[in-house]
């Protein structure tokens, strides 16, 4: 029977099959990741995975998860981590909302909290997943350009609104605003969502977590999968008002009711508990990073000022897909976007560790001659 039904023969002939497609898919431009190669011995420069592995915690608490009980559903509401998470910020269980993998959190967001008869307001130069969303939940949005320096400018966003949504630091451009500016936006935007995506902000910026409390309108996303090391397990979540995790649970339940398997749970709460291994990991890649962007300058880059764990930087003579297109050849693979035409002269360089970032300096200054 199975092999009968995927058999292209069944359709008619000319027919595409892809005529079995709902409008919706027709509709949609997915989001493109990062390449992860299948090739070995690559420095993998490009997706901002942290070069350190997992706290040891982790992955001991991983491997007890390995037994008998894999046959029962994990915990539908992530209890136990929730309580791991809002213990690290000094908040209570009911604040957090976990998924799998922070674009789930963020997926569930747009639904929830997004979709409004006014457009969401996002940077016109940021993380390519919010459009995505809006397509995937039909949901009107608006580009606000950043300046001539890639900041982003609060009061360029104080118009009506669905919500807004921007990464502190920004992606891909590493540039950090300040814990000042943003709540000068929530003071003047009471009636409608400000998400906070913080996948970065461990590696030098302000977070928002602070201002929960005062500003009911707040939502803060973390990930894992970047200062905790732990990209491959899958785990993110969202802090805010607890009625606004409501929001987000009833989506959740709506669509899959245990999205965070027994190993993402037991992993992700051991991760969060030990501080002290995140702290280390944190500071070891802030101080590469310093190396990086000094020796990138020196090869004459000009590189935005940094506080995430990567650095975005172009070469006054050199194009980025040139650029990126030689490092490959050198064995080293490093972020190029040619879309907006205004950052396609740039390179995102994730920071990996000492040896790594040498290595991509010297096929650099190879690909310069
Ligand atoms: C990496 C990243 C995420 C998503 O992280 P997950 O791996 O899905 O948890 C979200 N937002 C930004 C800006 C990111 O760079």
Redesign the pocket.
Known sequence: MRARRNTACAAPEGAPVSRYWSSVVEGLTPYVPGEQPKLPDLIKLN??ECPYGPSPRALEALRAEVGDTLRLYPDPNSDSLKHSIAKFHGLKPAQVFV????????AHVFLALLKHEQPVLFPDI??S?YPVYCGLYGIAYRRVPLTASFEIRVDDYFMPNGGIIF?NP???TGRPLALSEIERLLRANAESVVVV?E??VDFGAESAVGLIEHYPQLVV??????SRSL?GL???YALGNADLIEALRRVKDSFNSYPLDRFAAAGAAAAMEDRVYFEQTCARVIATRTRLVRDLATLGFEVLPSAANFVFARHPRHGGAELAARLRERSVIVRHFSDPPRIAQYLRITVGTDAQCAALITALGASLA
Do not use: W
């Open positions: 997706t901002n998924g799998n993998g922070s674009d789930e959190v963020l940021t993380y997943f990464p920004n992606a891909p995506d996948a970065y996303a973390h990930t894992l999968s970047k990209a899958r785990v993110g």
